[in-house]
């Protein structure tokens, strides 16, 4: 084994390794612990302590190494494409919206639908988080995905990725989301004038932005509808008619 280490040695620190996890959580392991432990998958039979310390000590944490390039990963630290993948799955993993609301087949009708299906994916966030909805022409939800993630007080809103993915996704309506883990479903002034920029800029494109909703434990607040809901509330609430068109099926109650 390298480094000294000897076959027990080597299979004994990892074993401490996974029963602290197992035992205590991921909060019982730093940065350092938590990169091993993913290497020992992707280098089973090799001691991975000093690589693991290596790669935290030039990337400087596990976020920064696992949103590194894979390609760059290989050349800069002669990681295997297979150890690689491994990280940049787990860091894919890091990103992805809790989807286990988005295949139900109802079709979101109308705003207060719309509010609780953002509500049911964001509701327990506990970190500001900025989702995209992609509906089909039946208004059934085609796709989520995360556009952007920050802290607890705050996130960017990445408008020229959102139209970009709109495009991408081919879709002429969607909805976006963010939640405000503080409680306050209030909007900043930022998020008002993020909001407007991003609806002219679908709608340039033929995409209407059918609302951006924020959500706290309880409420969500409709920007583009001026709309506040808490998550029992039963009244029936339509779309507003983007500005400058007119979709026909909006006169139909429950329809977008």
């Keep these: 084994m390298e480094h000294g280490k000897t076959k027990s040695e080597h299979e004994g620190h990892r074993k ?5 996890y197992l035992e205590y959580g991921i909060d019982s392991l730093d940065d350092k612990d938590i990169i091993e ?12 302590y000093e690589i693991a310390r290596g790669l935290f000590h030039k990337y400087g944490s596990l976020a920064n190494l696992l949103a590194t390039d894979p390609e760059v990963l290989a050349s800069e630290s002669r990681l295997s494409t ?3 993948v491994l990280l940049k799955l787990v860091n894919d993993l890091r990103s992805r919206p809790d989807r286990s609301v988005e295949y139900r087949s109802e079709p979101i009708t109308n705003l207060l639908a719309a509010a609780r299906y953002t509500h049911r994916i964001l509701g327990g966030f506990t970190k500001e988080t900025i989702i995209e909805i992609f509906l089909d022409h039946d208004n059934v939800v085609t796709e989520i995905t995360k556009a ?7 996130v960017v809103l990445p408008i020229e990725r959102i139209v970009r993915d709109a495009v991408r996704m081919g879709v002429a309506r969607m909805l976006i989301a963010h939640n405000h883990p503080s409680g306050n479903p209030a909007p900043s002034e930022a998020d008002i004038l993020a909001t407007t920029t991003l609806e002219r800029a679908l709608i340039s494109r033929g995409i ?6 924020i959500v706290t434990g309880s409420e969500c607040t409709a920007i583009l509808h001026d709309q506040r809901f808490t998550m029992e509330k039963e009244s029936f609430a339509p779309w ?4 400058g068109q007119r979709d026909v099926r909006a006169e ?5």
Excluded at 37 to 48: F, G, Q
């Design 16 to 20: 401490r390794i996974k029963e602290r």
């Design 37 to 48: 432990l993913l290497l020992t998958y992707a280098i089973p039979r090799k001691d991975v």
């Design 82 to 84: 297979h150890t690689a």
């Design 148 to 154: 952007a993630h920050g802290d607890e007080d705050s």
């Design 208 to 213: 209407v932005l059918l609302e951006h909703f």
């Design 240 to 243: 507003r008619e983007p500005e």
């Design 252 to 256: 139909e109650p429950g329809e977008i």
